[in-house]
T-cell receptor, first 115, second 114 residues
Framework: AQTVTQSQPEMSVQEAETVTLSCTYD???????LFWYKQPPSRQMILVIR??????QNATENRFSVNFQKAAKSFSLKISDSQLGDAAMYFC????????????FGTGTSLTVIP | ETGVTQTPRHLVMGMTNKKSLKCEQH?????MYWYKQSAKKPLELMFV???????ENNSVPSRFSPECPNSSHLFLHLHTLQPEDSALYLC?????????????FGDGTRLSIL
């Protein structure tokens, strides 16, 4: 079964600094997708960034970028120039391409941004 | 606007009550999901519907009963719940498999069982 592990329950970062959130996963599939979601205190889960496993190039969305290491099954999220609005729970998620609609989520990392 | 709307936002009920959670999506998706979110735990997938047909039921107790009358609406009927069922219940929708499309979530219903 696929599992997603986020080993950092809590992280903090100074405003304007950079922080990296870790995620590892376990799968025997070769084709899949990886996602980072943000859940602020308002509760709505919002997609931050997505990575296709067949693409070697790391995805980037403005201040958010990933370090995707397929062989190591690692998918970390880097937030640059951290802002107060980045404070939230961050969830890493996995979805196989051809084995149903299931998404697998990690336990989340709570990010605090210090002014 | 989220595109996925859940009602009610908060629900407090006794263990003998019957209530329903509602989810509606306006994104044209064909897959809908119910998740349970408890503190310090991964999101627990409860049910998946694909084109109105249930495709996943992750050993959810029968006191939770889903209903999907069409691709835009999803309900979770609750009956004789237990205190450990108190959690945030999230609804999500997506395109079916293979598209690589992410899930879109609603704001959730915070459920408290007395």
């Amino acid at each position: 079964a696929q599992t997603v592990t986020q080993s950092q329950p809590e992280m903090s970062v100074q405003e304007a600094e950079t922080v990296t959130l870790s995620c590892t996963y376990d799968t025997s599939e070769s084709d899949y997708y990886l996602f980072w979601y943000k859940q602020p205190p308002s509760r709505q889960m919002i997609l931050v960034i997505r990575q296709e496993a067949y693409k070697q190039q790391n995805a980037t969305e403005n201040r958010f970028s990933v370090n995707f290491q397929k062989a190591a099954k690692s998918f970390s999220l880097k937030i640059s120039d951290s802002q107060l609005g980045d404070a939230a729970m961050y969830f890493c998620a996995y979805r196989a391409s051809n084995t149903g609609n299931q998404f697998y989520f990690g336990t989340g990392t709570s990010l605090t941004v210090i002014p | 606007e989220t595109g996925v709307t859940q009602t009610p936002r908060h629900l407090v009920m006794g263990m003998t009550n019957k209530k329903s959670l509602k989810c509606e999506q306006h994104l044209g998706h064909n897959a809908m999901y119910w998740y349970k979110q408890s503190a310090k735990k991964p999101l627990e997938l409860m049910f998946v519907y694909n084109f109105k047909e249930q495709t996943e039921n992750n050993s959810v107790p029968s006191r939770f009963s889903p209903e999907c009358p069409n691709s835009s609406h999803l309900f979770l009927h609750l009956h004789t719940l237990q205190p450990e069922d108190s959690a945030l219940y999230l609804c999500a929708s997506s395109q079916p498999q293979g598209a690589g499309q992410p899930q879109h979530f609603g704001d959730g219903t915070r459920l408290s069982i007395l």
